[in-house]
């Protein structure tokens, strides 16, 4: 067993070979803890729900796998989020889907209010967590043609605006009640399998309701509105009503939050080029950390080469003020809260790895053509001891270190997990 002792010590070697680069690890340590992480309450249910639609799961979302013991309900769950929070340095947030409200399925979506969230918002204040919210245009039978927002029939499109409506006055009671902004995040699966005749109609359809749903004046210190675009999904592979395109343009005219999913482009595009593309047109990007594997596949975010690009491009372009981060994934085949817990490290990592660097050095040489000494010490920078001032964080916010927390996990399985059915 490693001591603190140790820890301390190698860190001080650590810090010591930063300082000769000009990187002051203290500060850096005290910047990453101020990074807060919008943890996906969906990764601990398989995207289920608390509306009896368990194994129903629409929107051309899939989440594979049988891991055994699913949180069943909302108690479950929060109990599990919980547990996983405990296992994660640093103070993070809870991102909550419109169909987690607690009603037995009795409230339909038009009709839900801040009511039947409140376990979830107290829970949330209990715990000193921030809450972001998603109203949910899937898993639900007037959802089931693949239409939503943009569907030709008025009376279901005006059923999903007084969904998003009252989704927005969620957000806001949330923001109100927790004293710090919520953002709700629209997206909507609205596509078509094979290829459409018509594609400016739906598209069309999408902007007005849109604007029905955003209509309201809410106060931005407690709800913030963001859009998420996508490629593709399965049964909507030749059309997106809501892609790129369409939602920058939204985005920009109508000042909202763009969500940058790293599942929804092609796959040579990067999520990491984009932020400061985009952010001279929309006021803030909502970042949705995923690991796409050949499709929008929702793998448990790991430390590659997007997701560092992702963190460098935060930290070189000084974005962080202007980039929330979200973890969206869905795992079903290996322990569930190791799920969020690795993608969170992994997450805050990627970010400690970025603010390491001399950012200031390497954008001189750069200035000056000296491309050489760029390219060599980007590189050099990756056999740093980087690991020793993350294990320094993980103790200094009583968090456990790597190697430590899994062993927690399997006990949480054996003592919790294994007794659900
Ligand atoms: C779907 C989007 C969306 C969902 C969640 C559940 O492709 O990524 O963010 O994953 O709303
Ligand atoms: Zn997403």
């Known amino acids: 067993m490693v001591t603190d002792r140790q820890i301390e010590a190698a860190y001080r070697i650590a810090q010591d070979r930063y300082a000769q680069l000009g990187v002051d690890t203290d500060q850096v340590l005290k910047r990453l803890a101020k990074v807060a992480i919008s943890l996906h309450c969906w990764q601990g249910d398989d995207v289920a729900g608390l509306e009896g639609r368990a194994g129903q ?5 899939a989440v594979t796998g049988n891991y055994p013991g699913r949180a069943r309900n909302g108690d479950e769950l929060r109990q599990d989020l919980q547990f996983a929070y405990s296992l994660i340095p640093g103070r993070h947030r809870l991102n909550l889907h419109a169909f987690y409200a607690e009603t037995d399925g009795t409230v339909d979506r038009d009709a839900i209010g801040p009511e039947h969230y409140s376990n979830w918002i107290f829970w949330a204040k209990d715990n000193g967590l921030g809450m972001d919210f998603n109203p949910t245009f899937f898993s639900h039978p007037k959802a089931a043609d693949g239409m939503t927002l943009a569907h030709p029939d008025k009376a279901i499109r005006r059923f999903w605006i007084e969904h998003g409506i009252r989704c927005r006055r969620i957000g806001q009671y949330i923001g109100k009640t927790l004293g710090q902004t919520c953002i709700t995040n629209v997206w909507i699966p609205d596509g078509m399998k ?5 594609r400016v109609g739906p598209r069309q359809r999408l902007l007005e309701s849109l604007d029905a749903i955003f209509q309201e004046q809410l106060d931005p210190y407690f709800n913030l509105d963001a ?3 996508k490629l593709f999904g399965i049964g909507s592979e030749s059309y997106v009503v809501g892609s790129h395109e369409f939602y920058l343009g939204y985005a920009a005219s109508r000042s909202k939050i763009l969500t940058l999913d790293m599942g929804h482009f092609h796959p040579t595009e990067s999520v990491s080029d ?4 985009v952010l001279m047109w929309v006021p803030a990007v909502l970042l949705h950390v995923s690991r796409p594997v050949r499709w929008d596949s929702d793998h448990v ?6 997701l560092l690009a992702v963190t460098h491009e935060l930290i070189r372009g000084e974005l962080l003020d202007r980039v929330y981060i979200a973890l969206d994934y869905f795992d079903a085949t290996i322990n569930r809260i190791a799920a969020w817990v690795i993608g969170a490290r992994n997450t805050l990592k990627a970010l400690l790895l970025a603010m390491l660097e001399p950012t200031e050095q390497l954008k001189q040489m750069e200035l000056d053509g000296n491309y ?3 390219l060599a010490m980007v590189e050099e920078l990756k056999t740093m001891p980087f690991g020793a001032v993350w294990d320094y964080h993980c103790l200094t916010e009583q968090a ?3 190697h430590q927390w899994i062993s927690k996990v399997r006990d949480y399985e054996e003592r919790v997990l294994s007794r659900r059915s």
């Open 274 to 277: 984009k932020l400061s593309a």
């Open 194 to 198: 094979d290829m459409p005749v018509d």
């Open 57 to 61: 799961l629409g929107g051309g979302l």
């Open 227 to 229: 859009v998420e675009s």
């Open 372 to 374: 050489t000494e760029r």
């Open 301 to 306: 975010v790991a430390i590659n080469d997007d």
């Open 400 to 402: 456990p270190l790597d």
